[in-house]
């Protein structure tokens, strides 16, 4: 099998896992990297042996696919660069900064006969791929997606950063019409949010409220869902999930007063527990070798970028 050739452009903190990832796989042949600080690229490819450019349209000439991992108010620029070269994409998420540049994106890789899969890494968790499986109708949906301020990303806040997983993840989970959104949000370390919360409400009923924060002294990634029968609590983190089911009440009579106590029995789901970084790039390149759609299509992704745009008019709104 001919090897796919393929570079990484930027190889910050999240283009790094990327190029460690690639060079472990098979029939792929990492080229080399590019990066607008000297001083990183050269130790990337020093360190992986590949070779390193200041210019990403000189790598863009020696590939066949590349993954872009460069701030968010640079995807579209690089992007689309790289889909008119006629090269494979794989863009760490979003999309783009906005709708009308991630149709335009969608439309050129189309237009290209392009793969064009935005790395929405969570789609790949082991227990988010389970969650299909075990829902029926659910009527509450709670994530919480909070961890501390680590200073990477300066050109987008919490919506973009973080609450775009959950988003993406519950809209693709109901898909179903949204009805309503409400959402605040506050900056406290400049211009952009660092804690948001949203509320989206859907046709069928369903209600989901997504917590983001970049401001707490510990890390969460959960998400919790009602259903008539049980209660759902995943943790992204650790891959796992637990179904709680309402088994009986029972009722204890004193002198005092009535006390309940409700019972339920744990029910833990077996989860094949993976790199989801690995697996979303291993698809990414299956959809180019077997000339199939990403696991979710480029539509779907517009359509987060929408929700997520209106969240965040909704935060300006209320600021």
Request: with cysteine; glycine share 6%.
């Amino acid at each position: 099998m001919k090897a796919i050739k393929v570079g990484v452009i930027g190889v910050g903190h999240m283009g790094k896992y990327h190029v460690k990832i690639l060079s472990e796989l098979d029939s792929i042949k990492l080229v080399g990297v590019a990066d607008t600080s000297q001083k990183i690229r050269l130790q990337v490819a020093e360190e992986w042996g590949v070779q390193e450019f200041a210019d990403y349209n000189k790598l863009l000439g020696k590939v066949d696919a590349v993954h872009i991992a460069v701030p968010t108010s640079y995807h579209y620029e690089v992007a689309r660069i790289a889909l008119a070269a006629g090269k494979h994409v794989l863009l760490e998420k979003p999309l783009a900064e906005t709708v009308e540049q991630a149709r335009e994106l969608v439309a050129l890789a189309e237009k290209q006969g392009a793969i064009f899969q935005v790395g929405h890494v969570e789609r790949f968790n082991g227990a988010v791929q389970q969650l299909k499986k075990i829902i029926l109708n659910p009527l509450c949906i709670i994530t919480r997606r909070w961890g501390p301020n680590v200073g990477r990303i300066t050109d987008a806040g919490v919506v973009m950063d973080l609450m775009i997983h959950d988003v993406d993840i519950i809209v693709n989970l109901i898909g179903d019409e949204i009805e309503h959104v409400k959402a605040v949000g506050v900056a406290v370390n400049g211009k952009h949010e660092d804690i948001a919360t949203a509320e989206l409400k859907f046709k069928q009923g369903t209600i989901a409220t997504i917590n983001a924060s970049r401001m707490s002294q510990y890390k969460t990634r959960t998400l919790e869902i009602m259903q008539a029968g049980s209660f759902i609590f995943l943790d992204y983190a650790n891959q796992d999930i637990q179904i709680h089911r309402q088994a009986a009440v029972a009722y204890m009579l004193t002198q005092e007063e009535i006390r309940y106590k409700q019972e339920s029995f744990i029910e833990h789901i077996q989860v094949t527990k993976e790199n989801p970084l690995k697996l979303e790039i291993e698809h990414f390149y299956d959809c180019i070798r077997k000339h199939v759609e990403p696991i979710v299509d480029n539509h779907h992704d517009i359509r987060s970028l929408e929700i997520v745009t209106n969240i965040l008019h909704q935060i300006h709104n209320n600021t």
